[in-house]
């Protein structure tokens, strides 16, 4: 069955420090990957996305994600992080082929923010 | 160009009863899914709907229905409330261009409590 996981369900960082937020993918084949992010009561932000071509993917916000097939793994890194990144952070994986139009998310990680 | 609105935004509803939420898509998107996310489950995928076609289903029972009208926009229905459906329902668009690079832009959300 297809899936994404993302072991982290909280993270804490200090403003300033870096961030890594792990997600794996596991699918027939690759699919296209999606990194989305949450304020609380809110929908979801698009901050990237991976269809193909290069592997390191630039985003909006200051994020980067970087695909890695031999792993199966899509992290979303940011080399520094600002008090207002505290949110929860969602990877997705889609297959939209043959008019199959469907996302699956991973569980989500919520990153803390201390200042 | 304005986002994905859903309306309403909060809706308290009793046991038994049942429930509409509308989606009004991006400008030009034909393509609408509906996500409902529950701390519990997470984010998991209810229908996706293309020109007035539920094209994709996910795994809920058949009080969960859906439609779409020719302008794209969508409603959801859920009848005989329980308790269990008390959630975030979100709707996303995306433009359907043939290609399979589809991206769905994310609502805001609708908050159901279910009393």
């Known amino acids: 069955a297809q899936s994404v996981t993302q072991p982290d369900i909280h993270i804490t960082v200090s403003e300033g420090a870096s961030l890594e937020l792990r997600c794996n993918y596991s699918?027939?084949?690759?699919?296209?990957l999606f990194w989305y992010v949450q304020s609380p009561g809110q929908g979801l932000q698009l901050l990237l996305k991976?269809?193909?071509?290069?592997?390191l993917v630039q985003g909006i916000k200051g994020f980067e994600a970087e695909f890695k097939r031999s792993q199966s793994s899509f992290n979303l890194r940011k080399p520094s992080v600002h008090w207002s990144d505290a949110a929860e952070y969602f990877c997705?994986?889609?297959?939209?082929?043959?008019?199959?139009?469907?996302?699956?998310f991973g569980a989500g990680t919520r990153l803390a923010v201390h200042p | 160009k304005a986002g994905v609105t859903q309306t309403p935004r909060y809706l308290i509803k009793t046991r038994g009863q049942q429930v509409t939420l509308s989606c009004s898509p991006i400008?030009?998107?034909?393509?609408v899914s509906w996500y409902q996310q529950t701390p519990g489950q997470g984010l998991q995928f209810l229908f996706e709907?293309?020109?007035?076609?539920?094209?994709n289903k996910g795994n809920f029972p058949g009080r969960f229905s859906g439609r779409q009208f020719s302008n794209s926009r969508s409603e959801m229905n859920v009848s005989t409330l329980e308790l269990g459906d008390s959630a975030l329902y979100l709707c996303?668009?995306?433009?359907?261009?043939?290609?399979?690079?589809?991206?769905?832009?994310f609502g805001a959300g609708t908050r159901l409590s279910v009393l």
């Open positions: 997705a994986g889609g297959m939209f082929s043959g008019g199959y139009n469907k996302l699956i």
């Open positions: 699918y027939g084949a690759t699919p296209y």
């Open positions: 991976y269809f193909s071509g290069d592997t």
């Open positions: 400008s030009g998107h034909r393509s």
């Open positions: 996303a668009s995306s433009l359907e261009t043939g290609g399979t690079e589809n991206i769905q832009y």
């Open positions: 709907y293309f020109s007035e076609t539920q094209r």
